[in-house]
C-alpha cells in the first residue's frame, strides 16, 4: 500500500529565507507526482507536476524535484515572501490507477 | 474560465436527511473525482469518473453515490446522512494522467 510522508508537519521561517518541504512515498511504482498548496478554509491550488520519467520542474520561485528510486520528493521555494504561508500537500498518483494519494502536509509559515 | 465549481459551500443536515453536492468543470476534462478530507487523515478518494456515463469506486466509496449524465458535471449524493460523514468534499477533474485540478471545496456538517 503506497504511504505518502511529509516532514515537518509545519515550519516557520523569516522571510527573505529559501527553503525546502519534503515528501516520501513508499512504492517507487508511480505515474507522477504533485505539489499543491491549500490556504486555510479553501481548495487545493495545483503548483506542480512531475512525470515519473521527469527530475524536476519548475515554475517561478518553486522547483520540484523526484527520485523516484529513494522514493522523494522535494519542493525548493526561493526567497520566501508572507504570501508563501499556506499548507503543501504532495500527492503520488500510482501506476494503473485514479487516486492521488496525498501526504498529510506541511504547514508553512513565513514571518515578516 | 470558471473552472471547477462545487455547490453548496456550506450544509448542515440531521442524522438520515439526503443531500446532493454538485461539481461543475469548464475545462473539457474527461476526468472527475470526489474526495474528502478529515483532520488527521488527510484527501481520500470516494468515487471518480473516467468519462461521461461511467462511475468508479475510490478508497472510502460507503455510504456515497454518483452520477455523471453529463460530461460537465459529476453529482455526490448522500442517500441517508451520518455524523461520520461530516467532512469538506473536494471535486477536482483532469485530462488523462494529468494533474488534478481542484474546486473550492463544500463543508458539509451532519447532526
Known amino acids: 500500500?503506497?504511504?505518502?510522508?511529509?516532514?515537518?508537519?509545519?515550519?516557520?521561517?523569516?522571510?527573505?529565507?529559501?527553503l525546502v518541504l519534503n515528501c516520501s512515498f513508499t512504492d517507487s511504482a508511480i505515474y507522477n507526482l504533485q505539489w499543491f498548496?491549500?490556504?486555510?478554509?479553501?481548495g487545493?491550488?495545483?503548483?506542480?507536476?512531475?512525470q515519473s520519467s521527469q527530475r524536476e520542474q519548475t515554475s517561478g520561485r518553486l522547483n520540484a524535484s523526484l527520485d523516484?528510486?529513494?522514493g522523494r520528493s522535494t519542493l525548493y521555494?526561493?526567497?520566501?515572501?508572507?504570501?508563501?504561508?499556506?499548507?503543501?500537500?504532495?500527492?503520488v498518483r500510482i501506476q494503473g490507477a485514479q487516486k492521488l494519494v496525498f501526504g498529510q502536509g506541511t504547514r508553512l509559515t513565513i514571518n515578516p | 474560465n470558471a473552472g471547477v465549481t462545487?455547490?453548496?459551500?456550506?450544509?448542515?443536515?440531521k442524522t438520515g436527511q439526503s443531500m446532493t453536492l454538485l461539481c461543475a468543470q469548464d475545462m473539457n476534462h474527461e476526468y472527475m473525482y470526489w474526495y474528502r478530507q478529515d483532520p488527521g487523515m488527510g484527501l481520500r478518494l470516494i468515487h471518480y469518473s473516467v468519462g461521461e456515463g461511467t462511475t468508479a469506486k475510490g478508497e472510502v466509496p460507503d455510504g456515497y453515490n454518483v452520477s455523471r449524465l453529463k460530461k460537465q458535471n459529476f453529482l455526490l449524493g448522500l442517500e441517508s446522512a451520518a455524523p461520520s460523514q461530516t467532512s469538506v468534499?473536494?471535486?477536482?477533474s483532469s485530462y488523462p494522467g494529468n494533474e488534478q485540478f481542484f474546486g473550492p471545496g463544500t463543508r458539509l456538517t451532519v447532526l
Do not use: H, M, W
Open chain 1, 1 to 18: 500500500k503506497q504511504e505518502v510522508t511529509q516532514i515537518p508537519a509545519a515550519l516557520s521561517v523569516p522571510e527573505g529565507e529559501n
Open chain 1, 37 to 42: 498548496r491549500q490556504d486555510p478554509g479553501k
Open chain 1, 44 to 50: 487545493l491550488t495545483s503548483l506542480l507536476l512531475i
Open chain 1, 68 to 70: 523516484k528510486s529513494s
Open chain 1, 77 to 91: 521555494i526561493a526567497a520566501s515572501q508572507p504570501g508563501d504561508s499556506a499548507t503543501y500537500l504532495c500527492a
Open chain 2, 6 to 13: 462545487q455547490t453548496p459551500k456550506f450544509r448542515v443536515l
Open chain 2, 89 to 92: 468534499y473536494f471535486c477536482a
